[in-house]
């Protein structure tokens, strides 16, 4: 029945995962949280169980933006769904009410603070509410990076409700901390919570710490100049700067941050989310509500003050599942800038927590480790990790240190020390120091002790991060352990190399896309999707997606027999949208 739904109205043959086990939590009537990438198709576990239990799902979203975008697809799909927030005039309000009441739609999407209209809550009482999912659930927890006191307090309304509903929350990002906060706020128990790994195999990570930013900004801008792209910039006058330099450079493009009208804010975004402009110039007030899956690439010309927020931003691009990337450009002085948006907090507690956050972004432009891989150990460190291979950092290709006897010697160290420590004991012990604690524990007389004397221990901690990222040792509450796969070293022939002399970057990082595409043909199927969304005033991506449009052009289907076997394709599209893609298809072919 899941996949009849998931097929008909999505045109999708299977899940992806986490998405069977949260539909399944919410049709058993059980609470639960999902944290799955951006792109993961984390709208379809809420969309799907709501068509199937009937009556209404309420979605609780803090982004007003992205609620007409998530209304547009499922209308596009066949699916009627409205939403409700501060930009409609009273008569479009009342009518959607009025609809609500007489049952006519199976979603409806709205903001946190609605809950604080008595009118609201005197309406959603008379409704026939069957499914609630919290959006961007980080949202509600005070460790999240972008907590919204509104949308933890709309809780109480929602528990308040005497309907017999099921709950749902949705993120991409949330850290051990965040998690167990929107549990505990929602009553989600340990079992009922999905976690799908946080990597993107289709995003590059490109780190670069060039004092020509400008310069090396345009030129990526300009290997990419038929794609789609954000760049972030921190602060307004930053990003009306760099307007002026792509203005001079002939770039057509937009910019939006907090100074901005709300009609200009308004009109630059639906011009980028409706591929009438290709570049977006904009602080981080840009982007967490806009749902535009074919962005190409994400740059942020200033460091982020904190992984959440970087993670989240640069996961922008690639939604659909296509190769993009993730250019990171950073100076001495954006640190700075970032401390001095930290001080002016004046609550301690947060200032602390927040140079914490910083101190792990910085760590992240330091590393010589896998740039994905150290993305993934900040959100979920127990998960076992893997080189992504396409990061500027592996390919970098200067593993030229062979540390296999250095290697040994740590596997060794932590085997014979028996009980789990920290990795600043293990590094410790393998330097010789002795302080109160080693020497108390006894660690002085292991027959590892000082085996490493004659390192920096910013040395042997690097060997045992290579080891951590190279997957032979794991750490769990930060404790080390060794894999299974640490016997090849110790036992057999494997050997480890590491990064052992600076790094230097890449000014240029192709990618490709997937083979035997007509690109001709994709230009003029897009041009015909184009006009689609003009005429029906809706995104382009709400129709097809790049994916499903790459597809048409490299299995040219010419009927709509072979129009439903393609990915992307329902039964809705295929019969309002599809025959303006074979036509142009079968034009093309003769």
Not at 31 to 53: A, N
Not at 152 to 158: D, G, L, M, P
Not at 328 to 357: C, G, Y
Request: glycine share 6%; with cysteine; hydrophobic share 35%.
């Amino acid at each position: 029945m899941m996949k009849n739904v998931l097929k008909e109205y999505f045109g999708y043959e299977d899940f992806r995962p986490g998405q069977r086990e949260l539909i399944q939590n919410a049709m058993a009537n059980q609470p639960t949280l999902g944290i799955l990438p951006t792109g993961g198709g984390k709208s379809i576990c809420y969309q799907i169980p709501g068509m199937m239990k009937g009556g209404l799902t309420l979605v609780i979203s803090p982004l007003i933006s992205l609620m007409k975008d998530q209304v547009d697809s499922l209308n596009a799909s066949g699916i009627n769904a409205a939403f409700l927030n501060s930009t409609q005039r009273v008569k479009e309000t009342k009518q959607i009410e009025k609809d609500l009441l007489n049952g006519d739609y199976q979603f409806l999407y709205v903001a946190p603070e609605r809950f604080n209209q008595r009118q609201f809550i005197n309406l959603i009482y008379q409704l026939d509410i069957k499914l609630i999912a919290f959006d961007e659930a980080h949202c509600i927890s005070k460790w999240g990076h972008d907590f919204r006191p509104s949308y933890r307090e709309s809780i109480k309304s929602v528990m308040s409700l005497p309907h017999h509903f099921t709950i749902m929350a949705l993120t991409a990002t949330a850290t051990v901390d965040v998690k167990e906060d929107i549990c505990d706020l929602l009553h989600i128990g340990e079992q009922y919570v999905i976690e799908t790994s946080t990597k993107r195999d289709n995003l590059k990570f490109i780190l670069d710490p060039t004092y020509q930013k400008q310069k090396r900004l345009l030129l990526f801008i300009k290997e990419h100049i038929e794609d789609s792209g954000i760049i972030y910039a921190s602060t307004r006058k930053q990003v009306e700067s760099l307007s002026e330099v792509l203005r001079m450079e002939d770039i057509n493009h937009a910019i939006y941050h907090a100074g901005l009208h709300k009609d200009m804010k308004d009109e630059n975004q639906s011009k980028f989310v409706r591929d009438d402009i290709k570049v977006m110039i904009a602080t981080n007030a840009f982007g967490m509500g806009i749902d535009k899956s074919n962005v190409r690439y994400v740059a942020h010309y200033n460091l982020p003050q904190d992984l959440e927020s970087y993670y989240q931003e640069a996961g922008r691009a690639g939604r659909d599942g296509l190769e993009s990337e993730c250019l990171l450009l950073f100076s001495d002085q954006d640190i700075k800038l970032q401390q001095f948006f930290i001080e002016t907090s004046n609550d301690e507690a947060v200032q602390e927590l927040k140079k914490e956050k910083l101190n792990k972004m910085i760590a992240y432009t330091k590393t010589k480790q896998c740039l994905q891989a150290t993305i993934i150990n900040y959100f979920n460190p127990n998960e076992h990790l893997s080189k992504c291979g396409q990061c500027s950092n592996c390919l970098e290709e200067v593993e030229n240190y062979n540390m296999t006897t250095e290697a040994k010697k740590i596997l060794s160290c932590i085997v014979r020390i028996k009980t789990p420590v920290h990795k600043l004991t293990i590094t410790k012990v393998l330097h010789g120091e002795r302080d109160d604690a080693i020497l108390h524990a006894g660690y002085d007389r292991l027959s590892t002790f000082g085996l490493l004397k004659e390192y920096h221990t910013s040395a042997i901690q690097s060997f045992i991060e290579t080891l951590l990222f190279n997957g032979f040792i794991f750490e769990q509450q930060g404790k080390l352990f060794c894999h299974e796969s640490a016997r090849d070293i110790l036992m057999g022939d494997t050997q480890v190399r590491t990064y052992y002399k600076s790094a230097t970057y890449n000014e240029r990082v192709k990618i490709t896309t997937i083979g035997t595409i007509d690109e001709v043909l994709l230009k003029q199927l897009m041009d015909v999707r184009k006009r689609l969304s003009d005429d029906l005033s809706v995104p382009p991506f709400t129709i097809f997606s790049d994916h499903t449009l790459q597809l048409f052009a490299t299995k040219k289907p010419t009927s709509k027999d072979e129009m439903i076997l393609i990915e992307g394709v329902g039964s809705y599209k295929l019969k309002h949208y599809c025959p303006d893609f074979i036509e142009a298809i079968k034009a093309y072919s003769t």
